[in-house]
Every structure is written in C-alpha cells, then in structure tokens.
C-alpha cells in the first residue's frame, strides 16, 4: 500500500487500516526505524490496563508476600517465647 507524504511531512492513514487497528482521531502512535523499514505502532491508551494479566501465568506475587509475612510472624513469635524463656 503506497502513501504520498504531503509538503507538511503528514501521512494519512487509509480507512481499513484505522478499522482494523481501532485508530480514532487524537490517538497516539509511536514511529520505529526498524533499520531501513518505518513502522506505525499504535500506542494503548491505557497501558496499565493494557497490562493487565500479562504475568498471569507466573507466580501469584500476593500469595508469595502472605506466605512471607506468615513466615515473619512466626520468627517474630519465636523470639518472644526465647525472651519470656
């Protein structure tokens, strides 16, 4: 699909292109010089939720922060029984 660069250095972006991308009017793109090839990457309008459950898949960081507390208490407990010993 060949573009025409206007006098103002702009490039439309064909319809289908902006449906297929969900490209609206005022969203962002980043431009990548990929070595000899330019690439328009749309960029998430929220990327926090655009990241959400990417980690998914991994240990649950919740689960490893109770059981870390769980062990502290029990070293906590165990200290004060030695000290009332």
């Not at 330019?38 to 998914?56: C, N, R, S, T």
Request: net charge neutral.
């Amino acid at each position: 699909m060949a573009l025409k660069i206007s006098q103002k250095g702009w490039v439309v972006i064909p319809a289908e292109l902006r449906k297929k991308y969900h490209l609206a009017p005022g969203d962002e793109v980043e431009m990548v010089d990929y070595g000899g090839v330019i690439a328009l990457v749309p960029l998430p309008k929220d990327p926090v939720w655009q990241g959400f459950g990417i980690l998914k898949d991994g240990p649950s960081l919740t689960e490893a922060l109770i059981e870390e507390r769980k062990q502290e208490q029990e070293r906590e407990q165990r200290k004060i029984d030695r000290y009332k010993s």
